[in-house]
């Protein structure tokens, strides 16, 4: 899983980026004139604000880096009206804090580390808040999707990605129960991966490798993995398709994506269906206001299908109170109402009235599901595909 | 070093190490990975580490002796790596890195580093010790040892650093 090839360079005139990735060691300044060239014709096209996004750019020596730097400060001294703004990502550790120094000697550079907007709700995702939620949502769905997962193609021995693993309870219960031989779990949140690895640490766990890392771009080489994993996150990102484009590049030709979402809409329960109803169509759209698609799940196919995957299979199964200790259904709900009638509803500006009839959606479904008589339930669609050959 | 669990070292002679540019790279992606399996998170470890090695490799590769071995090696100290470089060198090469050691010592080592960085002309040749110390706050250590030869360790504290 190392980051062995040499650099990509490219660059795109409708949002004025110059993106290098890949690896950037050369013995010369001669070497670097091919980039170099470029780098300046992008340049001399550009008006206003002019992006040099080395988000993946994994590696880059010194001679690399004051070709690069030379190049910016001339530039710089012709064009002060240009401004500059080198894009870093805190993934590679190091690209930061070696191009700050560049944004200190000259006026027109900023250095920004993008990660900290990728998407509009990202923080209510990568907070603690989220991490009660994703526990008892986990215990929940593996119930079904314990079963399920040899079915989409999943065998011992394998070797296994779960992107975004969140708290990391699921690649747990994978390596425990179905035996692969390898799981690297990425995701986006360091408190996510900390409790991950303080749990996988407790429970005497090795063979998972938990990662920091942002989906959209992986720092993983193509085709390493037989069975890549990305479960209720597809449906957080508003490009739901270039986080897909990442699992396809990293899943082994013939080897499968096994994706999990959502339809919260279709959440439901009785007694008090109408209520339960009611919120549940709300949540869906409070998601859409912060760009995410929680209606995503019966959309699965077509998101597979359009990345170019093979032998689509698609299930979708109903978590219930009926699953289990009901009290463990309502646990979960009450963590939803917590967050989503709580930090999310706030954030939006939504009315104290609003807010009182969204959270009795949410209590009524509790007691739905603690009712003798009562049902209540959540669906979910499981889809995986194969990437051809 | 005393205490200190050696990890992994590779070995060659000083002219195959320098015949060859795509070494330093190689070398340092190679034992990066292989040290950084354990560490919280392999990748990000894996990435700085190859990142303050292949600086060192490089100036090894332009300052040493004319022939003898060549060593690189990686040890474990808790949360520190150390790195140690073992070469053979002469007398101008041993001049270079006492010039090095020199000016590791000054107060003021970003500002040294950041004008090392941006400094018109030929690169400064002690830039990547420069970095390798300031950048990933390695502790470097050069001495000489009898018999022409030459030993830099860089002991690297990179676990948490990243966060
Ligand atoms: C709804 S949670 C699902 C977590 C887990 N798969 C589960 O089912 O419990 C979404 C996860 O995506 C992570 N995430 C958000 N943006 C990310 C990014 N750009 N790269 C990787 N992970 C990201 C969040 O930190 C969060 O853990």
């Known amino acids: 899983m190392s980051i062995d090839r040499s650099y990509q360079a490219s660059f795109n005139e409708n949002n004025q980026e110059f993106v290098i990735a890949g690896k950037l060691r050369p013995q010369s300044e001669d070497e670097m004139r091919p980039l170099a060239e470029a780098l300046t014709n992008s340049l001399a096209q550009v008006r206003g604000t002019f992006y040099l996004n080395v988000k993946r750019l994994a590696r880059l020596n010194n001679v690399a880096f004051r070709a690069i730097t030379n190049l910016v400060s001339q530039v710089c001294d012709t064009r002060p009206e240009l401004r500059i703004e080198v894009v870093t990502s805190s993934v590679m550790g190091w690209s930061t804090r070696k191009f700050l120094p560049l944004a200190e000697r000259l006026p027109n550079v900023t250095v920004n580390e993008y990660d900290n907007d990728f998407y509009p709700g990202q923080s209510f995702l990568e907070e603690g808040g989220f991490i009660p939620i994703l526990r008892n949502q986990t215990k929940l769905t593996w119930r079904h999707e314990r079963h399920l997962l040899p079915r989409h193609g999943l065998k011992p021995g394998m070797t296994v990605a779960d992107i975004c693993c969140g708290i990391g309870d699921f690649a747990v219960l994978v390596?425990?129960?179905?035996?692969?031989?390898?799981?690297?779990?990425?995701?986006?949140?360091?408190?996510?991966?900390?409790?991950?690895?303080?749990?996988?640490?407790?429970?005497?766990?090795?063979?998972?490798?938990?990662?920091?890392?942002?989906?959209?771009?992986?720092?993983?080489?193509?085709?390493?993995?037989?069975?890549?994993?990305?479960?209720?996150?597809?449906?957080?990102?508003?490009?739901?398709?270039?986080?897909?484009?990442?699992?396809?590049?990293?899943?082994?030709?013939?080897?499968?994506?096994?994706?999990?979402?959502?339809?919260?809409?279709?959440?439901?329960?009785?007694?008090?269906?109408?209520?339960?109803?009611?919120?549940?169509?709300?949540?869906?759209?409070?998601?859409?206001?912060?760009?995410?698609?929680?209606?995503?799940?019966?959309?699965?196919?077509?998101?597979?299908?359009?990345?170019?995957?093979?032998?689509?299979?698609?299930?979708?199964?109903?978590?219930?109170?009926?699953?289990?200790?009901?009290?463990?259904?309502?646990?979960?709900?009450?963590?939803?109402?917590?967050?989503?009638?709580?930090?999310?509803?706030?954030?939006?500006?939504?009315?104290?009235?609003?807010?009182?009839?969204?959270?009795?959606?949410?209590?009524?479904?509790?007691?739905?599901?603690?009712?003798?008589?009562?049902?209540?339930?959540?669906?979910?669609?499981?889809?995986?595909?194969?990437?051809?050959? | 070093m005393s205490g200190t669990k050696p990890l992994v070292e590779i070995s060659m002679g000083i002219e195959a190490f320098a015949s060859e540019w795509l070494h330093c790279d190689r070398i340092s992606s190679y034992l990066a990975r292989m040290v950084s399996h354990n560490r919280t998170d392999s990748l990000l470890y894996a990435n700085l580490l190859s990142s303050a090695l292949n600086e060192l490799l490089e100036t090894a590769f332009a300052h040493h002796g004319p022939e003898g071995n060549f060593s690189c090696r990686v040890s474990r100290l808790g949360d520190s790596d150390v790195i140690e470089l073992d070469l053979p060198c002469d007398d101008m090469t041993l001049a270079f890195y006492r010039d090095a050691a020199q000016r590791l010592t000054q107060p003021d080592l970003a500002g040294i580093y950041h004008s090392a960085l941006f400094s018109p002309g030929k690169p400064d040749p002690h830039l990547g010790l420069l970095e390798v110390a300031v950048d990933y706050r390695a502790r470097i250590a050069i001495v000489a040892e009898k018999g022409n030869r030459l030993k830099l360790a860089a002991e690297l504290t990179l676990e948490g650093a990243a966060a």
């Open chain 1, 175 to 389: 390596q425990k129960e179905l035996k692969p031989s390898h799981i690297l779990a990425l995701d986006h949140s360091r408190t996510s991966l900390d409790y991950a690895r303080k749990v996988a640490a407790e429970f005497g766990i090795a063979d998972i490798e938990y990662v920091y890392g942002d989906a959209s771009e992986m720092v993983i080489e193509d085709n390493q993995f037989d069975f890549v994993t990305c479960r209720h996150s597809l449906q957080i990102f508003d490009r739901p398709e270039l986080i897909l484009k990442e699992l396809y590049r990293i899943c082994k030709p013939g080897g499968r994506v096994y994706i999990t979402n959502e339809k919260n809409s279709h959440c439901l329960g009785e007694p008090r269906g109408e209520s339960i109803q009611w919120t549940y169509t709300e949540v869906a759209k409070l998601f859409a206001d912060f760009k995410m698609d929680v209606e995503l799940g019966p959309k699965s196919r077509r998101y597979l299908a359009d990345a170019g995957f093979e032998d689509i299979l698609v299930d979708s199964f109903m978590v219930t109170n009926g699953d289990g200790d009901p009290q463990d259904f309502a646990n979960m709900i009450q963590a939803w109402e917590n967050v989503f009638a709580g930090e999310m509803a706030r954030d939006r500006g939504d009315s104290p009235e609003f807010i009182a009839r969204f959270r009795q959606g949410f209590q009524d479904q509790i007691y739905a599901a603690l009712h003798p008589k009562g049902y209540a339930g959540w669906p979910i669609w499981a889809a995986s595909a194969r990437k051809p050959t």
